[in-house]
């Protein structure tokens, strides 16, 4: 790990460094997409993906981008719904739903209680659908919102790392005790959930990336998580550059990607899947990125531990 301690990492540092947000409309989600996924049942089966529009996320995570299609302020009621409707009359009709507001769903100032019964009562033909939480908003609203689905709920939670120091770091405002008791409350309420995990947040090495990365699975396994999705963590955000500039951040090696992979699948403890998203910037060797890739997405889908790629970069 870097022995560098400047500079302090807080809301206000972050925040500065920052560049402008995009123009979004309160009443249209930001972008939609349809992809494989295999469900814990092992069925590979599409799923569509919603990033909805709404208030930014109250913490300011050091690694975060999300901040940038997000508004300054809460949208009305009604807009989610609103949103919603438009995105499910361009999407081609899939049994599986993710609904990723850049923050948290359980954020009245994001997502308003009010719209709890309208949103079900719109996704009510899925049968599943996955929402994302900080652990502090795992709460009651998470049972009244389960208690209006049909479909199966499951609650994402970043997880990000079980280094401590480096969690500390990340400004996530959470340690692994709060990460547990959101598992633990979801699990005995009959609701799953999955683990976002970072792959060489910063402040270490590749190895130590790697090393740690393996342990934030061991541990959201152990605590009761069904699957985990393994993120390498990228620039953009203007602070990750700055780090970059001072050494004590870089982004991983595909390599490292797949070490990590085939780890978490080999366990057998559960789902584990790789974040695939333009993996050419993990990439030094254009002769092999696109099979490593579609060997990523293969293990992804199957869950099992494909054969190695044959090139020189090995």
Same mark, same amino acid.
């Given at each position: 790990?870097?022995?560098?301690?400047?500079?302090?990492?807080?809301?206000?540092?972050?925040?500065?460094?920052?560049?402008? =947000?995009?123009?979004?409309?309160?009443? =249209?989600?930001?972008?939609?997409?349809?992809?494989?996924? /295999?469900?814990s049942?092992?069925?590979?089966e599409?799923?569509?993906?919603?990033?909805?529009?709404?208030?930014?996320?109250?913490?300011?995570?050091?690694?975060?981008?999300?901040?940038?299609?997000?508004?300054?302020?809460?949208?009305?009621?009604?807009?989610?719904?609103?949103?919603?409707?438009?995105?499910?009359?361009?999407?081609?009709?899939?049994?599986?739903?993710?609904?990723?507001?850049?923050?948290?769903?359980?954020?009245?100032?994001?997502?308003?209680e009010?719209?709890?019964?309208?949103? $079900?009562?719109?996704?009510?033909?899925?049968?599943t659908?996955?929402?994302e939480s900080?652990?502090?908003?795992?709460?009651?609203?998470? @049972?009244?919102?389960?208690? @209006?689905?049909?479909?199966?709920?499951?609650?994402?939670?970043?997880?990000?790392?079980?280094?401590? =120091?480096?969690?500390?770091?990340?400004?996530k405002?959470?340690? !692994?005790?709060?990460?547990?008791? $959101? #598992?633990?409350?979801?699990?005995?309420?009959g609701?799953?959930? /999955? $683990?976002?995990? !970072?792959? /060489?947040?910063?402040?270490?090495?590749?190895?130590?990336?790697?090393?740690?990365?393996?342990?934030?699975?061991?541990?959201?396994?152990?605590?009761? #998580?069904?699957?985990?999705?393994?993120?390498?963590?990228?620039?953009?955000?203007?602070?990750?550059?700055l @780090?970059?500039?001072?050494?004590?951040?870089?982004?991983?090696?595909?390599?490292?990607?797949?070490?990590?992979?085939?780890?978490?699948?080999?366990? %057998?403890?559960?789902?584990?899947?790789a974040?695939?998203?333009?993996?050419?910037?993990?990439?030094?060797?254009?002769?092999?990125?696109?099979?490593?890739?579609?060997?990523?997405?293969?293990m992804?889908?199957?869950?099992?531990?494909?054969?190695?790629?044959?090139?020189?970069? %090995?």
């Amino acid at each position: 790990m870097s022995e560098n301690k400047n500079p302090i990492i807080s809301n206000k540092w972050i925040v500065s460094n920052r560049g402008i =947000k995009n123009i979004v409309d309160s009443q =249209k989600p930001y972008a939609w997409l349809v992809e494989k996924e /295999r469900q814990s049942l092992g069925k590979i089966e599409d799923v569509a993906t919603i990033f909805l529009t709404n208030q930014e996320c109250p913490f300011k995570c050091l690694m975060c981008d999300l901040w940038k299609n997000t508004t300054n302020k809460s949208i009305p009621i009604g807009a989610i719904p609103n949103q919603l409707k438009w995105a499910l009359s361009q999407m081609p009709q899939v049994k599986n739903l993710k609904l990723y507001n850049s923050g948290n769903f359980f954020d009245g100032k994001a997502i308003p209680e009010e719209d709890y019964e309208p949103i $079900a009562d719109l996704i009510k033909d899925f049968e599943t659908v996955v929402v994302e939480s900080h652990p502090k908003f795992i709460n009651e609203k998470c @049972l009244r919102f389960k208690n @209006l689905l049909k479909p199966k709920l499951q609650v994402a939670i970043g997880l990000e790392t079980v280094n401590t =120091k480096v969690l500390f770091k990340l400004n996530k405002q959470m340690n !692994l005790n709060d990460f547990k008791t $959101a #598992v633990d409350f979801l699990s005995e309420n009959g609701i799953s959930s /999955r $683990a976002f995990i !970072l792959l /060489r947040p910063p402040f270490l090495t590749e190895e130590e990336g790697i090393f740690w990365a393996q342990k934030s699975i061991d541990f959201a396994f152990e605590v009761g #998580v069904e699957c985990c999705s393994v993120i390498p963590v990228r620039g953009g955000n203007g602070a990750m550059e700055l @780090l970059q500039e001072t050494g004590d951040f870089s982004p991983p090696n595909i390599h490292s990607l797949e070490t990590v992979i085939e780890y978490g699948i080999a366990l %057998n403890a559960g789902r584990v899947f790789a974040d695939v998203w333009d993996l050419g910037l993990f990439s030094n060797c254009k002769k092999c990125v696109e099979l490593r890739t579609e060997r990523l997405i293969d293990m992804n889908l199957n869950q099992k531990i494909e054969s190695k790629i044959q090139c020189d970069c %090995n």
